[in-house]
């Protein structure tokens, strides 16, 4: 079972505003379209907020996510995606998703789980060349993922065991599409 983890509880300080609930083109908020887009392609989905997000935690439900509210959000990305790990153990691997980039095509999500599910241990796709998100990672890493603090993320562990990253080619160019600030968007 692959699980899905989607990383929503950002401040959105260099958006302006709510960035996971500002509309895109067709009214779909933001971050409900990052959800949509994981959902699609994991057997268990879940959005990982802060204890401050009242308005999230709905529109993200009805996308088929489930919620889990980490207390330590505040820490930073780590934090957050330890925290949703730990609220899947039972999966096989998880596949971490930043809520913030809304085209990441759910084909490009399938293809990352069923690399997993075919052995890989780290498992990204790429672009022109370039890695991008989301990256997943086998069940081998659950102590590792669990054990995350601050804000780095998973950075560290890319870093480290770069050359067991299984690289998987993709025509989607959403995989590198942050979305920061409003011209972020506009682009």
């Known amino acids: 079972m692959i699980a899905g983890i989607l990383l ?5 300080r260099r958006f302006g505003s709510r960035k996971l609930l500002h509309p895109l083109a067709d009214g779909t908020p933001l971050g409900v379209r990052s959800a949509q887009n994981l959902r699609g392609a994991v057997d268990k989905a879940i959005a990982v907020l ?10 993200l439900q009805r996308a088929g996510m ?13 934090a957050s995606l330890a925290c949703g790990v730990r609220a899947s153990a ?8 930043l809520a913030d980039m809304p085209f990441i095509r759910p084909d490009t999500i399938a293809a990352i789980a069923r690399a997993l599910r075919k ?3 780290i498992a990204a796709p790429a672009h022109d060349g370039k890695r991008g998100h989301p990256v997943g990672f086998a069940k081998s ?10 804000d780095e993320g998973a950075r560290a562990i890319l870093r480290r065991d770069h050359a067991s990253v299984v690289l998987v080619a993709v025509d989607d160019p959403g995989i590198h599409g942050d979305i920061d600030t409003p011209d972020d968007l506009a682009r």
């Open 8 to 12: 929503a509880a950002g401040a959105s």
């Open 50 to 59: 802060s204890p401050r997000d009242r308005e999230l935690p709905a529109p």
């Open 66 to 78: 489930e919620i889990c509210v980490c207390a330590r959000s505040h820490e930073g990305m780590g």
């Open 90 to 97: 039972e999966a096989d691997g998880w596949i971490i998703a």
């Open 119 to 121: 052995g890989a241990p």
């Open 141 to 150: 890493y659950y102590a590792q993922l669990a054990a995350l603090q601050g």
